[in-house]
């Protein structure tokens, strides 16, 4: 009599070790790697290591140097001279893009697509690794590592910068609504009340990767329900919240992703997601040994 439990472990241990074999397979990897959440939020990735224009991009993968702000022309690439460039093998993974000097011409990644703007409801997230010094090495006046805006820094706008003053210079998260909203009055309004999030103990230091994160949901809500969450390292540092931001992008206008404002240090491994990340998420992408780009299977 033939013993049936034998045969059912058998079967069990054979389709394990075909199913464990065929994981192996770099293209089931990419396919499965596409499949999971965060790969599938993701809307712009750049590793540096490849040049400087995206691996991975919903809408343009260009970078685009703002070559004359006066009279908003750009050009495609990279434009700055030695002011700006790819720094081969000097990144978190591989190489970085270094930024040498504060009156660099800007460079940014369109935001159509990349950050998936929504009217009503917009969440949304972006990573990326700095390395500085932010006692003695960054440029005189506010520094901006990133800044997202189709306008100015204070009007629809998001962006990461190190305070003009201070040894070390605060290390801040800035969410400003469209301008009317959250300055009605149009006057002077002090820092520190505007809608900016200093940041505790950020560890910056020459040498020292810091991976960034922040996070933002609930904007374009019409209502003060919004919260922008920055993390550092993996894990949370502050929220900003109690604020309506109200973000108008219109679509006569350019919204870009900026890097590099006036700052002077190195940065890898810049993405965008087209939702907020969970705190488990956050630390996921942190703990990563080869950055962003194992969500993209090998292929970034």
């Not at 439990?5 to 464990?20: A, D, G, K, Q, V």
């Not at 270094?98 to 409801?121: E, T």
């Not at 204070?154 to 040894?167: H, L, P, Q, R, T």
């Not at 219109?250 to 997601?273: S, V």
């Amino acid at each position: 009599m033939l013993d049936s439990s034998r045969y059912s472990i058998l079967y069990c241990h054979i389709m394990s070790r075909l199913f464990t074999g065929l994981l192996s397979l770099p293209f089931l990897t990419a396919a499965l790697a596409d499949e999971s959440p965060l790969a599938s939020a993701l809307t712009i990735y750049a590793s540096f290591d490849k040049g400087v224009d995206a691996d991975h991009a919903k809408g343009d993968p260009k970078l685009y140097t703002w070559v004359n702000r006066g009279k908003n022309v750009s050009k495609e690439g990279l434009h700055t001279g030695n002011k700006s460039g790819i720094a081969k093998g000097r990144g978190k993974f591989g190489d970085a893009m270094a930024f040498r000097s504060g009156d660099a011409p800007w460079i940014y990644y369109a935001a159509d697509g990349n950050l998936s703007y929504q009217k009503v409801n917009w969440s949304g997230a972006s990573s990326f690794w700095l390395q500085c010094d932010p006692v003695d090495g960054l440029a005189k006046g506010y520094s901006d590592p990133v800044q997202f805006t189709p306008r100015a820094w204070n009007d629809a706008s998001f962006f990461v910068d190190f305070n003009k003053e201070g040894k070390p210079r605060d290390f801040r998260l800035g969410c400003f609504a469209d301008k009317k909203v959250w300055n009605p009055g149009g006057g002077e309004v002090p820092e520190t009340e505007r809608p900016l999030l200093t940041s505790k103990n950020p560890g910056f230091a020459p040498g020292k990767w810091v991976h960034v994160l922040f996070t933002w949901e609930n904007f374009n809500s019409g209502k003060k329900d919004a919260a922008a969450k920055l993390y550092l390292n993996g894990t949370l540092n502050g929220t900003l919240d109690g604020w309506n931001q109200q973000f108008t992008w219109k679509p006569t206008e350019t919204a870009r992703l900026l890097l590099g404002l006036n700052y002077i240090g190195l940065m890898d491994d810049f993405a965008c997601f087209n939702r907020s990340l969970t705190a488990e998420e956050v630390k996921q992408i942190y703990l990563m040994k080869d950055g962003l780009g194992a969500l993209l299977g090998g292929d970034s």
